[in-house]
């Protein structure tokens, strides 16, 4: 903090002005999350993404058509998935073949997209149906995050899991021609000053399920392993990625744009390095 003096009928009042955002908690000492494939999983992949392929708007392959490439959750995820789109666009590799649109949509996270009559869906349906139709949307980002939990962390977990799972059922309902969904939880929590919407362990218990969902589901191939952002604050994990506090906005609970570039670039390196992004991504 700064402070400001002020005169005021002769007096010396020192006014706190605001410089920077004070931090709540700079990391939790918590093991880095780490999910990883199997060789199996892998290959399921690599046949995931070979049926990635330009589509007209009824859904037949054609060379003048698209593929959509969709991000869904909440603002958290809008953070994160613009700071990618940013990315692709300084770097000019998207294939012209590519469509992504953004169809999160503000405090909508797990428990609210597991529930099939959410106003998030039909969010969803508007955004994609006016840009393009619902069988040309083949790979999503999905990232979600329970906000404001109100169980213990592990219970919470429980639950996030269940609900990440009714999500991916509802969104192969709506996509038939998806291929692939690149999963992730929230990327940090401990700044939330208030400690109560994104807070911290819940944001990690909840990034530890992604490794069960990924192995456990049975449909589209689903993965979290290129594509979870989770770090513990200040602390760098395994391949570099930290978030500061300096990364956030005001509140703790949101990306600045130090942090959408920081968290987004990362989603583009990480995804660009991913062989089950080849041929459709890249």
Not at 160 to 168: I, K, M
Not at 212 to 239: C, E, F, K, L
Not at 252 to 267: D, I, P, Q, R, T
């Amino acid at each position: 903090m700064t402070r400001l003096l002020v005169l005021i009928l002769g007096f010396s009042v020192f006014v706190a002005t605001p410089s920077a955002q004070d931090c709540f908690r700079t990391s939790i000492g918590l093991d880095p999350v780490a999910v990883t494939r199997t060789p199996a999983q892998e290959s399921a992949g690599l046949t995931a993404a070979s049926l990635i392929r330009p589509r007209a708007l009824n859904g037949n392959p054609s060379s003048t058509g698209k593929v959509v490439f969709l991000g869904v959750g909440m603002s958290n995820t809008a953070n994160v998935w613009n700071g990618f789109r940013s990315a692709m666009n300084q770097t000019g590799t998207a294939p012209n073949t590519l469509k992504w649109l953004d169809a999160t949509m503000g405090g909508m996270g797990a428990p609210q997209w597991a529930d099939p009559s959410c106003e998030c869906w039909d969010n969803l349906d508007a955004r994609v149906t006016n840009n393009n139709s619902h069988k040309q949307v083949q790979a999503i980002f999905l990232m979600l995050v329970t906000p404001y939990p109100w169980q213990s962390p592990s219970a919470n977990a429980a639950r996030y899991q269940a609900d990440v799972v009714s999500v991916l059922g509802q969104l192969e309902a709506r996509f038939p021609n998806l291929q692939i969904v690149y999963l992730a939880g929230n990327y940090y929590g401990g700044y939330d000053t208030k400690q109560d919407k994104t807070p911290e362990p819940h944001g990690y218990y909840e990034n530890l399920t992604l490794q069960a969902i990924q192995d456990g589901y049975n449909g589209a191939w689903v993965s979290a392993a290129t594509s979870m952002p989770w770090t513990d604050g200040v602390m760098p994990r395994w391949d570099g990625l930290n978030l500061l506090c300096s990364d956030t906005t005001n509140g703790g609970v949101h990306l600045n744009s130090a942090g959408k570039a920081k968290v987004g670039g990362w989603l583009y390196d990480s995804l660009m390095s991913d062989p089950t992004t080849l041929g459709w991504l890249r």
